[in-house]
């Protein structure tokens, strides 16, 4: 009889102990998401500069890569398609992305006006889209940011967070909604 009770204790407890378990794994992987979601969103909005540019001369690439060359080269090509295919695919989908980012950079900033913080949109054209200031080392854009809208440092480090994570949903959508919570 003591056997039996020790025996169930035994398997109540190894069964609280792998609920436990697993209930940790699960909050690991959704802080190791979260991370993913915030660096490709800082990622993205890093090199957003760049990638319009390099959509701005896509088209143009696309017809001086055809034109370059030769009548020979280019029937071979065409009978391949490979070379053709894949140039027009990474360029299509860069286009699509720098679309979809403007997109949401136009969500972003009306929904930070009709919110009256508007100057939480400027912390993210200071530091991400401003062609003048992009370029420049984090330090330095977060001192830029705090001096032109009177706030400090640590508030201009707060709205990059904000901003990061509502550019987060709407560039990776429901996913990222459940992971920022």
């Not at 792998?18 to 959704?30: H, I, M, P, S």
């Not at 913080?117 to 889209?129: H, R, S």
């Not at 508030?155 to 429901?174: C, H, P």
Request: with cysteine; aromatic share 6%; glycine share 4%.
């Amino acid at each position: 009889m003591q056997k039996k009770n020790t025996n169930t204790i035994n398997r109540e407890f190894a069964l609280e102990v792998a609920q436990e378990a697993v209930k940790l794994y699960k909050q690991q992987e959704e802080k190791t998401e979260k991370k993913t979601v915030f660096r490709n969103t800082r990622v993205l909005l890093k090199h957003y500069n760049d990638l319009k540019e390099h959509c701005g001369n896509a088209l143009d690439d696309l017809c001086n890569d055809v034109y370059m060359l030769g009548i020979g080269e280019l029937v071979e090509a065409l009978q391949e398609n490979i070379i053709i295919e894949s140039i027009v695919r990474t360029k299509s989908r860069t286009y699509v992305m720098v679309r979809h980012i403007d997109s949401c950079i136009s969500v972003i900033q009306n929904s930070m006006i009709q919110a009256g913080t508007p100057e939480k949109f400027e912390v993210l054209n200071i530091l991400y889209l401003d062609p003048n200031s992009c370029k420049l080392p984090r330090g330095d854009k977060i001192i830029i940011a705090s001096e032109k809208l009177n706030i400090s440092e640590r508030t201009a480090d707060r709205y990059e967070l904000d901003m990061i994570q509502e550019m987060s949903v709407l560039l990776f959508g429901i996913g990222a909604t459940k992971l920022i919570k």
